[in-house]
């Protein structure tokens, strides 16, 4: 096994990561600046769509199926770049990736706001995912450019932009179709699903001027011929392992609850309590809220004291709870208080999943295995809201129930893995 040729679990594991120029004049924090300026507009764009696309699909004269499609249309685009876009900013660098792929955000906005039918949505979704697979491309810059000691700073200013993000994006995703009242047009009509759009077009256009203007390439290109690490590779590696296997399979199973949530809230709440965009908005803006204070300020006090392993456990039970009392809330004034429940669960979920992968992996091959964890996040974005849909049209309570039933082995998983991280430590 460890003599063979192809590659495979002990290639994965042993094999030394790529160099980064001996000299990056890049560490300024005029260039990091931009790049965590790049996450924020990612996260906007993509929160700002949260609350309109419910409404905006429904205006194309869609299905719910065919609206929690869109969502999943997204995440597809980003499960198939990720890799894509890593493998190839190793070739020909990060700084030409970013400024594309942000161009292509820049675009994809602009066409979903003039999207004549639901299928074309559809495939402006996908490609805005495409798009939008650029995170592992700005990780590994931040990589580049940070030394070790001052590495986990730095990733955690990218959590911080990521939260700031989804808080921004739907709050201006309810608030800014208001606008179009101020034409003679509706708050739910075209237009007021086009401003917001073209607001994130321009705000990806800025970034990616700022990418073109102020960061300079981190990474020397690969020789020809170079061996390219498989992803396949990675997910034998992962499967192999006690420890990566459990987390890798409870953030496929939560983030698919969730984001079936996530697709259908806005069908939901309309439902149940007539809500519109400005009011699904904001709601997601204190999901985002709920969500900073505790990766940010709870979720790291909690794993030191109790371990990563049964804080991980206690949010993922608290998911299952919330969403299992949800559908029974009984007026709108409890709706926030029941998905920030929610947030507050994954909020403890995720940067536990990081931490343990982060220590049941060699330092040089966190970044493939983080990777690996992240297209398992974009696979369960497609398939929650695929089958979300379908069971709202059934009972519109049924994702919500769904979402509890499948924490309950992801739950199982969790409350094994603080034993496997103790085997294998």
């Known amino acids: ?45 993509f929160g700002l769509v949260i609350p309109l696309l419910p409404f905006y699909a429904r205006s194309l004269n869609a299905s719910p199926w065919q609206v929690t499609a869109m969502f999943s249309a997204y ?14 900013s190793d070739r020909i660098g990060r700084r030409p990736v970013l400024i594309v792929t942000i161009l292509a955000n820049t675009l994809s906005y602009v066409a979903l706001a003039f999207a004549p039918t639901i299928g074309v949505a559809f495939l402006v979704r996908l490609f805005s995912g495409f798009g939008g697979g650029n995170i592992s491309t700005i990780q590994g810059y931040m990589a580049d450019v940070t030394p070790p000691e001052k590495r986990a700073g730095r990733m955690g200013l990218l959590g911080a932009a990521f939260g700031m993000g989804f808080v921004v994006g739907p709050t201006l995703g309810g608030l800014l179709p208001g606008l179009a009242k101020f034409f003679g047009h509706s708050d739910t009509g075209r237009l007021a699903f086009q401003i917001p759009l073209l607001t994130a077009a321009a705000l990806a256009a800025v970034a990616s001027l700022g990418v073109f203007l102020f960061v300079v390439e981190s990474r020397k290109p690969s020789a020809p011929g170079a061996p390219v690490t498989r992803r396949r590779d990675h997910l034998k590696a992962a499967s192999a392992h006690p420890v990566l296997s459990r987390v890798l ?43 900073s204070i505790g990766q940010g300020l709870i979720t790291g006090r909690l794993a030191r004291r109790f371990g990563e392993a049964k804080v991980l456990t206690a949010g993922l039970a608290i998911i299952a709870c919330s969403l299992a009392l949800t559908p029974f809330v009984p007026t709108s004034a409890f709706v926030p208080l029941a998905v920030g429940c929610t947030a507050f669960g994954q909020s403890l979920v995720f940067p536990c999943v990081a931490a343990l992968i982060s220590r049941a992996t ?33 009972a519109i309570g049924g994702p919500y129930w769904l979402g509890a039933v499948l924490m309950l082995p992801a739950i199982a998983f969790a409350a094994r893995i603080g034993e496997r991280v103790k085997a294998v430590a």
């Open 1 to 45: 096994m460890i003599g063979r040729k192809p590659r495979g679990l002990m290639t994965v594991l042993t094999e030394p990561a790529a160099s980064p120029l001996e000299k990056t004049p890049d560490a300024s924090p005029r260039a990091l600046y931009v790049l965590l300026l790049v996450v924020f507009i990612n996260l906007v764009g």
């Open 249 to 291: 399979l409870v953030t496929l199973i939560s983030t698919a609850a969730f984001a079936g949530m996530e697709s259908i809230f806005g069908l939901w709440t309309q439902a149940r309590f007539n809500w519109g965009p400005r009011q699904v908005g904001l709601c997601f803006a204190v999901i985002g809220v709920i969500a």
């Open 75 to 88: 995440s597809l685009g980003q499960f198939i770049a990720e890799p894509f876009w890593g493998r190839l």
């Open 362 to 394: 060699p330092p040089d091959k966190q970044g493939a295995m983080l990777g690996l964890n992240m297209a398992a996040g974009s696979l369960a974005r497609m398939g929650g809201p695929m089958i979300a849909g379908p069971l709202f049209g059934v």
